[in-house]
């Protein structure tokens, strides 16, 4: 049985920084490319950041490159999300995802199999 958890959540103030990781068993890691989607009330469902099986390609939506670095260790199965300078507008719930294909210019919601059950972020003005 697949289970994907993730961790480091919680409330920030603005320009802070926050570090978010995600462990996924029942796969096999290295097989999977690995990402993160966000969704806040009342909004759609946003694609944040996506790594490759190997971590040698990425993808971040525009409104967090240059802020947020995205990274994984295949030997202890667990991805990572470094996010800097962080606004208000980057409030929201987190979903970390497991998945066959890598898209080197979107994230699409369907391409991911396997979903953890989130964790909040909020940031505070």
């Known amino acids: 049985q697949v289970q994907v958890v993730e961790s480091g959540g919680g409330l920030v103030q603005a320009g802070g920084s926050l570090r978010l990781s995600c462990t996924a068993s029942g796969l096999t890691f290295d097989d999977y490319a690995m990402g993160w989607f966000r969704q806040a009330p009342g909004k759609e469902r946003e694609g944040v950041s996506c790594?490759?099986?190997?971590?040698?390609?990425?993808y971040y939506a525009d409104s967090v490159k240059g802020r947020f670095t995205i990274s994984r260790d295949n030997a202890k199965n667990t991805l990572y999300l470094q996010m800097n300078s962080l606004k208000p507008q980057d409030t929201a719930m987190y979903y970390c995802?497991?998945?066959?294909?890598?898209?080197?210019?979107?994230?699409?919601?369907?391409?991911?199999?396997?979903w953890g059950q989130g964790t909040q972020v909020t940031v505070s003005s």
């Open positions: 995802v497991a998945g066959r294909i890598f898209r080197p210019g979107a994230m699409v919601a369907g391409d991911f199999a396997y």
């Open positions: 790594i490759k099986w190997s971590g040698a390609n990425t």
